[in-house]
T-cell receptor, first 117, second 114 residues
Framework: GAVVSQHPSWVICKSGTSVKIECRSL??????MFWYRQFPKQSLMLMATSNEGSKATYEQGVEKDKFLINHASLTLSTLTVTSAHPEDSSFYIC?????????????FGPGTRLTVT | AQTVTQSQPEMSVQEAETVTLSCTYDTSESNYYLFWYKQPPSRQMILVIRQEAYKQQNATENRFSVNFQKAAKSFSLKISDSQLGDTAMYFCAFMLSGTYKYIFGTGTRLKVLA
């Protein structure tokens, strides 16, 4: 099946710095990718939809200036957490859909654990 | 707005036994998809089973089957012959046709006991 990778798998950064997380579709081209956030022992909450070649669409309540999303190619979307604070510590998961597959579900990356100290 | 409810935060089952996880959802739309995802300790989301709302027949995948009751907006997952590897968090998810966005329930933590 299709594979989605994320890098890094975990990252620790200091408060006030920015950190970039990459999401790649390895064997298919993804015109749309999605970014989720998952707090410990909680569900996945959709943050934004990343569209190749256009601006991301953010869910209500998600700060677009805080969570910058760039989808510069058909296989790569990046999430940059700017001026990170401890409350941004979370597990971030991306997913991607293969538009040529004829199926509607998405493939999930393995996630990135962000810890802000 | 659509919502997904999983009323069982935790469940346990003996190895080789059968367990059913509950899920209800709320929508006024008629075209949608329903999913069960498994999230083991590795945190990788794994698709267990999917159901198209327009299909009356319940989906099955090996030991996993669903009981889809569209009128009642219920979508339960039955795991037969439970195995230790089934221990994981299970999320029920709803996707409105054409949106490709998941709405996840709060999850049920399943522990299979040896």
């Amino acid at each position: 099946g299709a594979v989605v990778s994320q890098h890094p798998s975990w990252v620790i950064c200091k408060s006030g710095t920015s950190v970039k997380i990459e999401c790649r579709s390895l064997d298919f081209q993804a015109t749309t990718m999605f970014w989720y956030r998952q707090f410990p022992k909680q569900s996945l909450m959709l943050m934004a939809t990343s569209n190749e070649g256009s601006k991301a669409t953010y869910e209500q309540g998600v700060e677009k200036d805080k969570f910058l999303i760039n989808h510069a190619s058909l296989t790569l979307s990046t999430l940059t957490v700017t001026s990170a604070h401890p409350e941004d510590s979370s597990f971030y998961i991306c997913s991607a859909r293969d538009p040529t597959s004829g199926i509607y579900e998405q493939y999930f990356g393995p996630g990135t654990r962000l810890t802000v100290t | 707005a659509q919502t997904v409810t999983q009323s069982q935060p935790e469940m346990s089952v003996q190895e080789a036994e059968t367990v059913t996880l509950s899920c209800t959802y709320d929508t006024s739309e008629s075209n949608y998809y329903l999913f069960w995802y498994k999230q083991p300790p590795s945190r990788q989301m794994i698709l267990v089973i999917r159901q198209e709302a327009y299909k009356q027949q319940n989906a099955t995948e090996n030991r996993f089957s669903v009981n889809f009751q569209k009128a009642a907006k219920s979508f339960s997952l039955k795991i037969s012959d439970s195995q230790l590897g089934d221990t994981a968090m299970y999320f029920c998810a709803f996707m409105l046709s054409g949106t490709y966005k998941y709405i996840f329930g709060t999850g049920t933590r399943l522990k299979v006991l040896a």
